[in-house]
């Protein structure tokens, strides 16, 4: 009899988790277990598992993000997770669930659902949150209510063991074997950056702007795209950067694309990706797809592109928070055509050893069997 997973998601996206939690799902389907899955709200996963036949519930189980922390946003949580907790326990039982699978650290419910109804709960944590309140809150009920606990990078341990006491398991996210046809672009004397990345302060939209205006400065013909849509909640963030943008005068510099599952397209029209999170980013998938796309890639040096790009031979790094020198360096590597294929070729290498498909699928398969 094959064992039954319930697995819970913070989003209901194509994103980084989002693809990851696909795999996942794709690899222990394969492997005779029998997977149900909770989601938050409906959106673009909801085709794939309806295409795979898996049983997929929509529920506010009250997602525990750093917003919330007000007195008003508690009390919303608080009475979505308590609610949603009678209908987690009563699915578990119908369902005959063995094991709770939470790909987050931001759910609450299945956890406590867990506990109550006597099954493991595995928390697959891709969060670096940049609060150590929030931190210690979140690490307590992890703490308390999960069998076993898998980090994606060694930035995320790092963060995460001040704050829980259960042990953490370190598996990398595999990258798929996928042909990827590079087409190349269409010689031009502008460099365009690619940023592909949701609408959220930590990603270093701001930053990049900064760094654009230092760019136009040094008269580089240059074009900053940003793909990627605004978080709910977060609107107007994006107001603040079109404002930002308006008043540097660097609105035929820097364009907004919004979502779009298709990167291919844009990775084959750009000359580099442009990563500027200025805050731990655990592991950023778009460094894995630019890599397969052999997009060079420039990126922040914190969190887990640092070991993406093994500390800088696989890209440039540049610094989180000085977006003149940032540019100073990025200035100089950008007309380094040696320097960039190496640094192209040695990245290509280095994620098909440390970051394969096979080493995580046989490292995911032994989590769940033991």
Not at 177 to 191: A, D, G, L, N
Request: some cysteine; charged content about 25%.
């Amino acid at each position: 009899m094959s064992k039954r997973i319930l697995i819970f998601h913070s989003s209901n996206d194509l994103y980084g988790a989002s693809k990851i939690l696909i795999q996942v799902i794709d690899l222990l389907n394969k492997n005779g277990y029998e997977t149900h899955v909770f989601l938050p709200y409906k959106g673009p996963l909801d085709h794939f598992f309806d295409e795979k036949q898996i049983k997929t519930t929509h529920l506010n189980f009250g997602v525990f993000r750093r917003k919330y922390f007000s007195l008003l946003g508690l009390l919303d949580r608080f009475f979505k997770i308590f609610f949603s907790i009678f209908k987690i326990v009563r699915y578990v039982k119908q369902n005959n669930i063995d094991v709770i699978y939470t790909n987050t650290s931001i759910i609450l419910a299945s956890g406590i659902s867990a506990f109550l109804c006597k099954v493991p709960n595995y928390v697959h944590i891709h969060e670096i949150p940049n609060s150590n309140f929030y931190s210690k809150v979140i690490g307590l009920f992890i703490s308390r209510f999960s069998s076993k606990i898998i980090v994606v990078s060694k930035s995320v341990k790092s963060h995460w063991s001040k704050y829980i006491s259960t042990p953490l398991t370190l598996i990398y996210n595999g990258i798929p074997k996928t042909k990827i046809q590079r087409i190349v672009k269409s010689p031009s004397k502008k460099i365009k950056f690619l940023t592909i990345a949701r609408l959220l302060p930590y990603k270093g939209h701001k930053y990049i702007i900064e760094i654009a205006n230092y760019i136009k400065k040094k008269n580089i013909d240059s074009e900053f795209i940003f793909l990627g849509d605004t978080f709910k909640g977060y609107e107007s963030y994006e107001h603040e950067l079109k404002l930002k943008i308006k008043d540097l005068g660097l609105d035929k510099k820097i364009s907004f694309k919004g979502f779009d599952s298709n990167i291919s397209k844009y990775m084959n029209q750009s000359d580099f990706l442009l990563h500027g999170a200025i805050n731990p980013d655990p592991l950023p998938t778009v460094i894995f797809e630019a890599i397969q796309h052999e997009l060079p890639v420039i990126s922040t040096c914190i969190g887990g592109p640092v070991e993406i790009l093994d500390h800088g031979n696989g890209g440039l790094l540049i610094p989180f928070d000085d977006a003149f020198m940032a540019s100073e360096e990025i200035a100089k590597y950008i007309f380094n055509k040696k320097l960039v294929d190496m640094k192209k070729q040695y990245s290509t290498n280095y994620i098909k050893k440390q970051f394969s498909e096979e080493k995580f699928n046989k490292k995911i398969l032994k989590f769940f069997n033991e």
